[in-house]
C-alpha cells in the first residue's frame, strides 16, 4: 500500500534560519501530494500541495517541489520564524485502486523555533 | 461559518464505557472521514463515508463503528473503550473523495 516517510525529528532551530523537511513516498501510479502544519491545539490545515510530476507548491514562505524521479517532496524555507514552530506533516492522496481518494501521513515532524 | 465542528475535546473514559464523538459539517462535503493521531505514527483513518448512507473501513477500524444519515454529520462510536483507544480524533471533511481535506479541532480521549 501506499506510505509516506518523514525525516525523524524533531527540528529546533534559530529564527531566520533555513528550514529543510525531508518526505519521500511509496505509491502506485501518480497520487498527489500535500503538506499539512498542526498549530498547537488545533486541528492539521493544508500549507500546499502539488498535483502533478515537477510542480511547485508553495504558501506563506515555504515550498515544496514534486519529484517524481526521487519520490520525494521536501519542505523548505528559507528564513523560519518563531511563528512557524509547530508540527508538520507530508501526505498524500492516493490515485488508484484501493488507495483513490484516501490520505495518508507521514509521522509528522515537530518545529520549534527559538528567537 | 463553522466549518467542522468536533465535540467534546477534552474526554475521560473507563475501560468498557462507551460514547460517541460528534462530527458536524456546514460544508456541504460529501466525504468525510476519521483519523487517530497517535505519537510518532501520524494520522491513520479510522473509518469514512462518501456520501449519505454509505460508510466504509479504513487502515484501523477494529473497536469503532460510524453511520452517516445525513451529509452534516459523521459520528464515531466506541462501543467499549480500550486503553489501547487512547488518542487524539480528528474528523476530516472533504467536497468529493479526491480533493482537498478540511480538519476539525480535534478530540483527546483518555481510556484508563
Known amino acids: 500500500g501506499d506510505s509516506v516517510t518523514q525525516m525523524e525529528g524533531p527540528v529546533t532551530l534559530s529564527e531566520e534560519a533555513f528550514l529543510t523537511i525531508n518526505c519521500t513516498y511509496t505509491a502506485t501510479g501518480y497520487p498527489s501530494l500535500f503538506w499539512y502544519v498542526q498549530y498547537p491545539g488545533e486541528g492539521l490545515q493544508l500549507l500546499l500541495k502539488a498535483t502533478k510530476a515537477d510542480d511547485k507548491g508553495s504558501n506563506k514562505g515555504f515550498e515544496a517541489t514534486y519529484r517524481k524521479e526521487t519520490t520525494s517532496f521536501h519542505l523548505e524555507k528559507g528564513s523560519v520564524q518563531v511563528s512557524d514552530s509547530a508540527v508538520y506533516f507530508c501526505?498524500?492522496?492516493?490515485?488508484?485502486?484501493?488507495?483513490?481518494?484516501?490520505?495518508?501521513f507521514g509521522q509528522g515532524t515537530i518545529l520549534t523555533v527559538h528567537p | 461559518n463553522a466549518g467542522v465542528t468536533q465535540t467534546p475535546k477534552f474526554q475521560v473514559l473507563k475501560t468498557g464505557q462507551s460514547m460517541t464523538l460528534q462530527c458536524a459539517q456546514d460544508?456541504?462535503?460529501?466525504?468525510m472521514s476519521w483519523y487517530r493521531q497517535d505519537p510518532g505514527m501520524g494520522l491513520r483513518l479510522i473509518h469514512y463515508?462518501?456520501?449519505?448512507?454509505?460508510?466504509d473501513q479504513g487502515e484501523v477500524p477494529n473497536g469503532y463503528n460510524v453511520s452517516r444519515s445525513t451529509t452534516e454529520d459523521f459520528p464515531l462510536r466506541l462501543l467499549s473503550a480500550a486503553p489501547s483507544q487512547t488518542s487524539v480524533y480528528f474528523c476530516a471533511t472533504a467536497r468529493q473523495e479526491n480533493t482537498e481535506a478540511f480538519f476539525g479541532q480535534g478530540t483527546r480521549l483518555t481510556v484508563v
Open positions: 460544508m456541504n462535503h460529501e466525504y
Open positions: 501526505a498524500l492522496r492516493g490515485a488508484g485502486g484501493t488507495s483513490y481518494g484516501k490520505l495518508t
Open positions: 463515508s462518501v456520501g449519505a448512507g454509505i460508510t
